[in-house]
């Protein structure tokens, strides 16, 4: 058997989020070089300042200026940092309690050795030179040495409240495709579109799947399938979205193939959306030889084959 396919996938986004008063009161204090915690029921300052108070539940209206030096409570060493991390080279995760603060602040501590850092020292804020309203404002903490003072604040041009935040979502991993999958994306690097038979029922599946999901017999026998099928259902996409490579309006239909008995969603094009029906019958559309690789995305799209379209009774059970 043909050794099973892998690739490396990103899944990433950009998260957006309101703030409110009370986290944009926090950031707003970051992007102006200045701490800002809340006082709860019990009287403790907290950074970030709670939404809501542990105790009475009522929103925190209290806000307290704290110093942007403090000291340690508690610290982790990383020595091999994973992107996206504060910095590339082995640093200290630290606990920082900050002066006019009860309750301390994670953030990185950035020292070269794990015998730079101690439980009770003095750090202090380093601040990022250019911020704009983000917990990465505070580029890290830094030792302080006796006698220092607050590290300089670099001028920020803006004086207008935080209200949104944009953080950047990542997440690598590696992944194996099953050996049916393999022979899908291996038919498709070679313009073939490929799926498995159900000795049981019959049923032919593409993509392929290690077991028939109707009687749950394995999938063994190979089935190259036609290049030609028939839209059973279809979607008319007016709305744009981050990331889209069409502009709307344009078609994402489910597509049935001569032979198969699952139908496999892909765009249509070559026709104006307004004239896309259930029924119609379209072929596929491949990209350039030297484009492909081992994805459905080889297929550009379906376009219609201008032959009549299929009486329903054909489709009907696939819906």
């Known amino acids: 058997m043909s050794r099973t396919l892998q690739a490396p996938v990103t899944v990433a986004f950009d998260y957006t989020r309101s703030t409110g008063p009370v986290v944009g009161r926090f950031l707003s204090g970051l992007r102006d070089g200045v701490v800002v915690g809340g006082r ?52 200290a995760f630290a606990l ?17 050795s794990p015998a730079e850092v101690t439980t009770g020292m003095r750090v202090r804020v380093r601040w990022a030179a250019e911020r704009v309203g983000h917990i990465n404002d505070i580029a ?59 000795p049981t029922c019959q049923k032919v599946y593409v993509p392929p799947r ?44 489910y597509v049935l193939l001569d032979g198969a008995d699952i139908a496999v969603l892909h765009l249509i094009l070559g026709v104006p959306a307004e004239e896309v029906r259930m029924g119609m019958r379209v072929k596929a559309v491949w990209k350039p030889k030297d484009e492909w690789a081992y994805s459905l995305e080889n297929i550009d799209h379906f376009a219609p084959t201008g032959d009549p379209d299929a009486d329903f009774d054909t489709y009907k059970h696939h819906l």
């Open 96 to 112: 920082v309690t900050l002066d006019g603060a009860d309750v301390p602040l994670l953030h990185a501590l950035d020292v070269s």
């Open 140 to 198: 890290c903490f830094e030792p302080l040495a006796p006698g220092e003072a607050d590290a300089p604040v670099p001028p920020v041009a803006s004086d207008e409240p935080v209200t949104g935040v944009v953080t950047k979502v990542s997440l690598d991993y590696n992944y194996a495709a099953s050996p049916e999958e393999s022979l899908f994306y291996r038919g498709l690097n070679e313009g073939r579109i490929m799926g498995q038979r159900c």
């Open 210 to 253: 290690s077991a028939c999901p109707s009687d749950g017999t394995p999938t063994v026998e190979e089935v190259e399938l036609s290049q030609t099928g028939t839209i059973t259902t279809f979607c008319i996409v007016n709305v744009p979205f981050l990331g889209q490579k069409i502009t709307p309006p344009y078609v994402s239909a």
């Open 40 to 91: 709860t029921s019990t009287g403790q300052v907290v950074v970030p300042p709670l939404e809501f108070d542990p105790v009475t539940h009522e929103p925190t209206t209290e806000f307290v200026e704290v110093s942007s030096v403090g000291t340690v409570t508690s610290w982790t060493w990383v020595p091999e940092p994973v992107k996206d991390q504060p910095f590339d080279r082995p640093f």
